[in-house]
């Protein structure tokens, strides 16, 4: 198992790598930042001037390493737009993101987990076709317009929620649902065709012979076995939450990364975004290998292979 | 000893000769509801794109200023000129929304392609040649799935100039994983079928059995993948219009619609709603489709 985790740890850490180098490269070759200091119609002396004061005129390889140098140092450089350290910003800005982030988790889970195992256990009834139609419109709605319309019913219509902000947790709950939302068709989907499968297995049936029935069946012997492949998809979704945030901080003005990420974009501020995408990507990586190791510490099958 | 010979009578009701898959995939068709459901709202829809000129009964463009703000035809004040109402420039709503369903259309068909042709080339490749090959192109997959999406796709149109054939070229290159997942895996196991061999051994090169041999056998699943990746896209292209990085005005995008009804949207919500449920639906219709598709084309045609 040691030399299992070992593999996802390296894979993980050469991906991040990778992923880095990338996203310097797209970024710093797709725009010239001097001229995103110095304003579209700015003199190409002063442009030229600003090159050479931030250092925009050396190699590419020598700016990455400096980039990647300070961000392994916790350094992630100067944001041109906000007047700040980007690793300001981000501190300041992360744990607004972060509770809404295991918020929006919860909520998926208490939607998607009990509409699936249901569906699994009643194949084909109305209340399994239900569920597949929740599955359907879940996956065709578009997350801003459902956040709009929430603001509308729950907020304006009948006032029963804040329209906006993050100053209460009050404030968390409309966001949390719409960026839940949009992870139930995903988890849904798993825990129901998990479930079917372990239900339709040999030790179930041995099971059933020795008497167990009902929620004490499903309760003891299956949902450990069909939760397995939905633990994984529950890290890999909190990491994807991190990148959901845009839309949904974005429309409940709640000030967390994904909505500076939009204000840093629309302000072209190169290192704050650069920063961003990294960060919510190595998230992702993050939460993908705590999925393997979780996956290998609770299925002894993995730890033989 | 000879294995025990089954007689098996010819049913009553079926034909003397077997069906021929053609018959098969369309009794199936004629049988999966939801599959005819969804093709006919993408039919539809495509339809209103197409002929939009002929439909709409407005410049999508035109503004009017003496029929500002007007709401829709059941709303006190509608008129039937305008059935849909106008927006804060005067411009008829239900035209721009037709007109919208090119847009969404056009990036769909579009971006999907785009996904296709990357995702089913590096699928192909890595499934058939495996080793070395197989590893590169999974280490790829790994970082393009860690990549956040929506944030790199707003950031890049943001950089190059938002165009529809940008957002349509952008959010193609990054929508290719499903393709490449569900290739790979069919051509591993293609590879080693008899046909393929035999191919081989015919003196066929690497390239006729990769296009000639492999390629036609992954249509099916392909098909499905793309139709699903048409809802991807559009939900995408929404996304980046709405957040002001995609489709730019005037054009008529829904996603745009919908940023632009927001500003009003507690005193004419139906102006934010309608570009909304026009976006659903040609979702869920894609959705549906690809669903149906894959049911239908399923070797044990699960029903």
Do not use: C
Not at chain 1, 22 to 37: G, H, K, R, S, W
Not at chain 1, 99 to 109: F, Q, W
Not at chain 1, 150 to 175: C, E, K, N, Y
């Amino acid at each position: 198992m040691l030399k299992y985790i070992l593999q996802r740890v390296a894979l993980a850490l050469a991906v991040a790598v990778v992923l880095s180098f990338v996203t310097f490269l797209l970024l710093n070759f797709a725009t010239d930042p001097a001229y995103a200091i110095a304003g579209e119609d700015a003199e190409p002396e002063v442009v030229e001037q600003i090159r050479k004061t931030y250092g925009f005129d050396r190699p590419v390889l020598v700016r990455y390493a400096e980039w990647a140098g300070g961000v392994l140092r916790g350094d992630f450089g100067e944001s041109y737009y906000w007047n700040k350290p980007v690793a300001e910003l981000v501190a300041d800005r992360a744990p607004v993101t972060l509770l809404l982030a295991v918020m929006s988790l919860s909520v998926t889970v208490v939607i998607a987990l009990p509409l699936g195992i249901v569906a699994a256990l009643n194949p084909n009834s109305a209340l399994d076709r239900m569920a597949l139609g929740i599955a359907v419109s879940a996956q065709a709605v578009p997350n801003f317009w459902l956040g709009l319309i929430m603001i509308i019913l729950f907020a304006v219509q009948w006032r029963l929620l804040p329209v906006s902000g993050d100053a209460t947790l009050m404030h968390f709950v409309l966001p949390s649902i719409v960026l839940g939302a949009s992870s139930v068709p995903a988890v849904m989907r798993l825990t129901r065709t998990g479930m079917l499968d372990v239900m339709e297995s040999d030790y179930i049936r041995t099971a059933r012979a020795k008497g167990f029935r009902g929620a004490a069946l499903v309760r003891r012997h299956a949902l450990r076995n069909a939760l397995l492949p939905v633990i994984s998809v529950l890290a890999v979704q909190l990491g994807a939450k991190f990148s959901g945030s845009v839309i949904t901080e974005t429309i409940f003005a709640i000030n967390g990364l994904g909505r500076l990420a939009l204000e840093s974009i629309l302000g072209s501020d190169i290192p704050t975004v650069q920063i961003l995408i990294f960060l919510f990507a190595i998230v992702f990586v993050a939460m993908n290998l705590l999925a393997d190791i979780l996956n290998a510490a609770l299925d002894p099958r993995l730890r033989i292979a | 000893m000879t294995p025990p010979t089954v007689q098996t009578a010819p049913a009553a009701d079926m034909p003397d000769r077997a069906p021929t898959p053609r018959e098969i995939l369309r009794r199936r068709a004629l049988r999966h509801r939801g599959f005819q459901i969804g093709l006919s709202i993408l039919v539809g829809l495509l339809v209103v794109a197409l002929f939009a000129p002929l439909l709409a009964p407005h410049d999508p463009f035109a503004q009017t200023l003496s029929a500002r703000m007007l709401p829709p035809v059941w709303a006190d004040g509608g008129r039937w000129d305008y059935p849909l109402g106008t927006d804060q420039v005067g411009r008829d709503y239900l035209s721009r929304l037709i007109y919208g369903a090119r847009v969404s259309l056009l990036v769909g068909f579009g971006a999907a392609t785009i996904g296709m042709v990357i995702g089913v080339t590096l699928g192909v490749l890595a499934g058939y040649f495996g080793g070395a090959v197989d590893h590169a192109v999974n280490f790829v997959l790994t970082a393009q799935l860690a990549l956040p999406g929506l944030l790199l796709a707003m950031a890049l149109v943001f950089i190059i100039g938002p165009s529809v054939w940008v957002v349509i070229g952008i959010v193609g290159v990054l929508h290719w994983t499903y393709y490449l997942v569900v290739t790979r895996s069919a051509t591993m196991r293609l590879r080693e079928i008899e046909f393929v061999a035999a191919a081989k051994a015919l003196g066929a090169s690497r390239r006729q059995v990769l296009i000639g041999e492999i390629l036609p056998n992954l249509v099916p699943q392909i098909l499905v993948i793309f139709t699903f990746e048409l809802g991807v896209a559009i939900l995408a292209e929404s996304a980046l219009s709405f957040l002001g990085v995609g489709i730019q005005p005037p054009t008529p995008s829904w996603g745009l619609m919908i940023a632009e009804g927001k500003e009003v949207m507690f005193f004419r919500p139906w102006q934010v709603v309608l570009p909304g449920i026009a976006i659903f639906l040609l979702v869920v219709g894609a959705n549906l489709t690809g669903d149906g598709l894959r049911d239908i084309t399923a070797p044990e045609g699960r029903t």
